[in-house]
């Protein structure tokens, strides 16, 4: 099909391209919001939720290649863990997507009007959660930590998928794994939802997952104890910052209402 004498087609691309610049720019805060989010949560909480199973597929990838080829570059790419990243983003996405479609469909009824500003606030507060735990954590402050059940299923079917190598198995850990509970995922959903369409709410979680990609790549790298003597540096810090994204999307869902 020749793309460029199909008229209906080029109108299609053109007004998918319109209506993502539209989005971008509308929600480059939310986006930029959930990046931030990504990069901080992943220093301060994904790396231990996330990093064995990061560490036991980099460890692999290096049994499997013979001593004699093993190179740096070999290293890095193979820690890199792409497939498996890529499976995570395209479950976020999915996610986000849907939750902001069913969102968007309840605002338009008009006592639902203001779903998408409680949604991104619900998200705030859930951040500031977080925060408020890793805080309590460093002060030594009995703030209770989120505490979010089932698991078990999520651990049991993503067990057969660490055995073995090859970019299908990694993606397919990284769909699995992109439904772990996490408060800080949450979180990244409800903001997402508050973004009430569809594309914005599977970018915003795009960009959420990207934002926990160098962390977790800084595990597979550097192993699981450089990690954690890395982190001890960073620690006061990662609170702070996500005090202020909770403030960001506090802002957000003030200005949406």
């Known amino acids: ?135 309590g954590t460093l002060v030594q402050l009995p703030v209770p930590a989120i505490r979010i059940p089932w698991s078990g299923w999520v651990s049991r079917t993503a067990a057969p998928l660490l055995h073995g190598g090859g970019a299908l198995r990694g993606y397919l850990l990284g769909l699995v794994l992109g439904f772990i509970p996490c408060g800080l995922l949450y979180g990244a959903f409800a903001a997402a939802a508050g973004s009430a369409d569809p594309v914005a709410g599977a970018l915003a979680l795009a960009a959420f997952g990207l934002g926990t990609m160098p962390a977790l790549i800084g595990v597979a790298l550097a192993g699981g104890l450089a990690w954690r003597r890395w982190q001890t540096h960073l620690t006061p810090v990662l609170p702070l910052l996500m005090l202020a994204n909770a403030g960001m999307l506090g802002y957000l869902a003030w200005s949406m209402a």
């Open 1 to 135: 099909m020749d793309i460029d004498n199909n008229p209906l087609i080029l109108e299609l691309l053109a007004a998918g391209y319109a209506h993502c610049a539209g989005i971008v720019s509308t929600q480059g805060g939310l986006f930029g919001g959930l990046f931030l989010a990504g990069i901080v949560g992943s220093a301060s909480h994904c790396a231990g939720m996330c990093g064995p199973f990061v560490l036991q597929q980099a460890a692999a990838r290096a049994q499997s290649v013979p001593a004699a080829r093993m190179s740096e570059f070999t290293r890095i790419s193979g820690a890199m863990l792409l497939p498996y990243h890529l499976g995570r983003l395209t479950t976020y996405a999915a996610i986000g997507a849907g939750v902001a479609a069913l969102t968007g469909s309840l605002a338009q009824l008009s006592w639902f009007g203001w779903l998408p500003s409680l949604l991104l606030g619900l998200a705030a507060l859930l951040f500031l959660a977080v925060a408020l735990e890793r805080l």
